[in-house]
T-cell receptor
Framework: DVKVTQSSRYLVKRTGEKVFLECVQD?????MFWYRQDPGLGLRLIYFSYDVKMKEKGDIPEGYSVSREKKERFSLILESASTNQTSMYLC??????????????FGPGTRLTVL | KQEVTQIPAALSVPEGENLVLNCSFT??????LQWFRQDPGKGLTSLLL?????REQTSGRLNASLDKSSGRSTLYIAASQPGDSATYLCAVNRDDKIIFGKGTRLHILP
């Protein structure tokens, strides 16, 4: 079974803090994704990566950055946390994305509260 | 730009009834379509994946159909149970990006 793990289930930070969210997958998947999920807005893609050291902006990258130094690990960084970044953050991985049978696997999510 | 819509946003159904959840998408050039389940406060779990060349997939009481030409998919749940209560999301896959609908929140009434 594919396992996608996230470093924290719940996190409380203060405005202006630098925040690191870590995601690790154990199936050697090429693609990894960070989403945020908010009521009424659904899942919105922040950043994704299709290879080590590669990253692509998603739909809402402002205020975020990412790091992928190793294939299995994809980190989301909030350089200076703000209250509007309070949300559920979901990480996902996908083998290649171009194969008809590829399915995306999700981590359990991190609920971040910024005070 | 691909858009995925799920209607209704919420649905309440008595236990034992069969039900259909709907998903529509604007661009038919997809690799596959996937239905996910999400329990409150949790991540997403994949239920069914339909390849672009397929018309339907079945798993237990779940049946998902795909009509690419009309940009529609349905998720049919037979003999609903209280444990089916969750949010159901559909997502379309094209290249390396997956686009999600906002989901249908399903409540099965005991």
């Amino acid at each position: 079974d594919v396992k996608v793990t996230q470093s924290s289930r719940y996190l409380v930070k203060r405005t202006g803090e630098k925040v690191f969210l870590e995601c690790v997958q154990d199936m050697d998947h090429e693609n990894m994704f960070w989403y945020r999920q908010d009521p009424g807005l659904g899942l919105r893609l922040i950043y994704f990566s299709y290879d080590v050291k590669m990253k692509e902006k998603g739909d809402i990258p402002e205020g975020y950055s990412v790091s992928r130094e190793k294939k299995e690990r994809f980190s989301l960084i909030l350089e200076s946390a703000s209250t509007n970044q309070t949300s559920m953050y979901l990480c996902a991985s996908l083998r290649s994305g171009r194969a008809l049978t590829d399915t995306q696997y999700f981590g359990p999510g991190t609920r971040l509260t910024v005070l | 730009k691909q858009e995925v819509t799920q209607i209704p946003a919420a649905l309440s159904v008595p236990e034992g009834e069969n039900l259909v959840l709907n998903c529509s998408f604007t661009d038919s050039a997809i690799y596959n379509l996937q239905w996910f389940r999400q329990d409150p406060g949790k991540g997403l779990t994949s239920l069914l994946l339909i390849q672009s060349s397929q018309r339907e997939q079945t798993s237990g009481r779940l049946n998902a159909s795909l009509d690419k030409s009309s940009g529609r998919s349905t998720l049919y749940i037979a003999a609903s149970q209280p444990g089916d209560s969750a949010t159901y999301l559909c997502a379309v896959n094209r290249d390396d990006k997956i686009i999600f609908g906002k989901g249908t929140r399903l409540h099965i009434l005991p």
